[in-house]
């Protein structure tokens, strides 16, 4: 019998292969493109804390560059340090904390800027050009700055609004009410109430600190992550521990709510862009710090979010009420009396037990 | 056919890729923080391993030792309540009419396809103080307020809500809800295979219904319960994430510690060494449920 073969489907068979052989050259060769592109449009990959941008700043640096922002979440310095320390997985710009910024350093994980490409910088307040954890900028560009203090609902609180930390620790007249933050802060704030320095490495002291906080256990509600300003607007606690901004975010919600850095000091805090060494695409991420640090777009940042920007020029965006809030930008005096932590593996270790010990006495 | 080696080229390909999984995701990388476990701390990430046991000595310190204590307690007190609670749903689940039992066990099942942090977040919006336990509560004692009006007979005292949340028995409760259908299926399992037979001839001789059900079918469902509390049990042990959203100033587990170690503290030989202390007691008790069990086979 004749082999029956019909024309039709004999070319339909040699184009289908052609087709395969055509789409895998082009699977094949696609990705290649995208990384040669990259110096172009190209992606930038961003590492930053929640809640911590502006709404639209994102969108508006790709309509402004053209360059894509994968923009990715993380919750703590210690999340952050945990995915950069076996390599950087892929991010262009990150976001650490000053200590971090040190401990990074360390690991030999970040970058040397460079400060030709981030023309912006000139912007920056002068106080912020020359920081002890990173001499010159080195390494970092600052964010955001801030302290930890005491957020506070008024109308529980008449006629004994928390002043100190010895309203916290020393009284028990809002026992049941507070939270603190379940990290080694609360061992720092503890130094500062018995007053001494928080970068403090003697033992002794740190104990002492520790024993602060197991005597004022009883009085605390909980020790949360974070998350003390749901507490305090959710009516859960009425004095909590926590990071400026986030009291202030709460506050524009509840008149109710206040927020005070306590009269022994707090922590001095800046939040810091950086980039991590072995990034896929370093300009986009230079260009990124550069945007974020024009004053318009730090000043916007800064109204949304609420924390003390560095960057003078951005001043002007900021609205009145919120340069001249006390809450939101402390006074001098105020600032004198917080302390900046510096980073120290064996003083952190010790710190960290203490901290352990407090949460299982 | 009866044995593997009948059929060797089907029984490797069965075996090979669940094999290759267990060894490149499981045994591959638990081998490495074991490795970590005999090393030391160099710089801020670098682990050199010197074969020390400093690691180990360091975890079985009496601060950590106690913590230990306090998770095996939790866990024990937290799978006793899932079994109490288990138990009889299973024999429900088991004794329901053919057309119910697929709806039922979807019930219990159908808590696994959430995310277990959404899970133990609705676990805070149920039991804080302005949660909807209190608000049952809160309406419970208004109405009976009102009826007391009502009858003349006075007024209550204010409605204190309860403080369910921030303590051990928060947590306890969040384990129980988010393993229980680790213990309602496995007994289900051997529930549903148990011969009504049994208890059919052992209420034809006598036994009141509580007899039945503590001689007969409590025994015979002996395997499903031990699966059902080694299955609670050990992840119950090492639980950090609803102790740390769940619990008081005084839940720290051991699984939080060991947490802490790998982030905020950045000491990961201590924390493999703790983990792996843990490891060892779960091995304990897997060794002692089939020397236990040895003469079942």
Redesign the interface.
């Known amino acids: 019998m004749p082999r029956y073969r019909p024309l039709r489907s004999r070319k339909f068979a040699s184009s289908r292969r052609r087709f395969l052989e055509g789409s895998l050259t082009v699977a094949t060769v696609l990705p290649a493109m995208n990384r040669m592109s990259f110096a172009q449009g190209g992606q930038v990959n961003v590492y930053n804390w929640d809640t911590y941008i502006g709404e639209t700043t994102v969108e508006d640096f790709t309509e402004a560059t053209g360059t894509d922002v994968r923009y990715d979440l993380f919750a703590?310095n210690?999340?952050l340090?945990?995915k950069l320390?076996?390599g950087n997985p892929g991010y262009d710009v990150i976001f650490p904390s000053n200590d971090f910024v040190e401990?990074?350093v360390?690991?030999e994980?970040l970058l040397p800027l460079d400060h030709g490409m981030i023309p912006n910088m000139s912007n920056l307040d002068a106080a912020f050009t020359d920081p002890e954890f990173d001499p010159g900028r080195t390494y970092s560009v600052p964010y955001f700055w801030g302290t930890i203090g005491v957020g506070y609902r008024k109308s529980a609180t008449e006629g004994q609004e928390p002043k100190a930390w010895a309203d916290l620790f020393g009284s028990d007249q809002y026992s049941g009410r507070m939270s603190l933050l379940?990290?080694?802060d609360v061992i720092e704030v503890a130094l500062k109430y018995l007053g001494l320095s928080l970068n403090s490495s003697d033992p002794a002291e740190i104990d002492a600190a520790a024993d602060v906080l197991i005597k004022a256990?009883p009085h605390?509600?909980?020790?949360a992550?974070d998350t003390g300003q749901d507490l305090l607007i959710?009516?859960?606690v009425d004095v909590c521990m926590e990071w400026n901004g986030d009291i202030l975010q709460v506050m524009t919600e509840d008149d109710d709510l206040a927020y005070v850095v306590p009269e022994e000091g707090s922590i001095l805090w800046e939040d810091t862009m950086c980039i991590p060494s072995g990034g896929p695409n370093p300009e986009a991420a230079h260009a990124f710090i550069n945007y974020i640090l024009e004053a318009e777009v730090h000043g916007q940042i800064a109204a949304e979010i609420k924390y003390p920007c560095p960057n003078a020029a951005a001043l002007d965006f900021i609205p009145e009420e919120d340069r001249n809030n006390p809450s939101i930008y402390p006074s001098k005096e105020t600032l004198e009396r917080c302390e900046v932590a510096v980073y120290d593996?064996a003083k952190?270790?010790l710190k960290?037990?203490a901290?352990?010990?407090v949460?299982?006495? | 056919m009866e044995t593997w080696r009948q059929q060797p080229l089907v029984f490797w390909a069965f075996l090979l890729p669940g094999g290759l999984w267990l060894v490149l995701f499981f045994l591959v990388p638990l081998s490495l923080i074991w490795i970590f476990s005999f090393g030391e701390r160099s710089g801020p990430v670098d682990i050199l391993i010197t074969g020390t046991l400093a690691n180990y000595i360091e975890a079985l310190d009496p601060l950590y030792l106690s913590i230990f204590l306090k998770s095996l307690w939790i866990a024990a007190a937290a799978t006793a309540v899932t079994l109490i609670i288990g138990f009889p749903v299973a024999l429900a689940v088991s004794f329901a009419p053919p057309r119910l039992k697929p709806i039922l066990l979807l019930l219990v099942i159908l808590p696994f396809w959430t995310n277990l942090l959404i899970r133990t977040y609705a676990m805070i919006a149920v039991l804080r103080t302005r949660g909807y336990v209190n608000f049952g509560l809160e309406a419970l004692w208004d109405g009976a307020d009102a009826a007391l009006a009502g009858l003349g007979i006075g007024a209550l005292p204010r409605f204190q809500p309860l403080t369910l949340l921030y303590n051990d028995a928060a947590v306890v409760i969040g384990i129980v809800y988010v393993y229980l259908p680790f213990m309602v299926l496995p007994l289900y399992a051997t529930l549903e295979r148990l011969d009504r037979a049994y208890l059919e001839a052992s209420l034809d001789l006598g036994a009141g219904q509580i007899r039945t059900m503590a001689s007969i079918v409590v025994p015979l469902a002996k395997p499903g319960i031990v699966s059902g509390v080694i299955l609670v049990f050990i992840p119950a042990l090492g639980t950090f994430l609803i102790s740390d959203l769940l619990g008081g100033p005084d839940s720290q587990l051991i699984g939080n510690v060991i947490e802490r170690q790998f982030k905020a503290a950045n000491n990961w030989p201590l924390g493999a060494a703790m983990s792996f202390i843990l490891l060892y007691i779960t091995f304990g008790i897997l060794a002692l449920r089939s020397y236990l069990g040895r003469d079942d086979v």
């Not at chain 1, 605390?220 to 020790?223: P, Y």
């Open positions: 703590s210690d999340e340090f945990a320390r076996e401990r990074l360390a690991a994980r379940n990290d080694s256990k605390i509600k909980a020790f992550p959710a009516g859960e593996q952190d270790d960290e037990k901290l352990t010990r949460l299982a006495a």
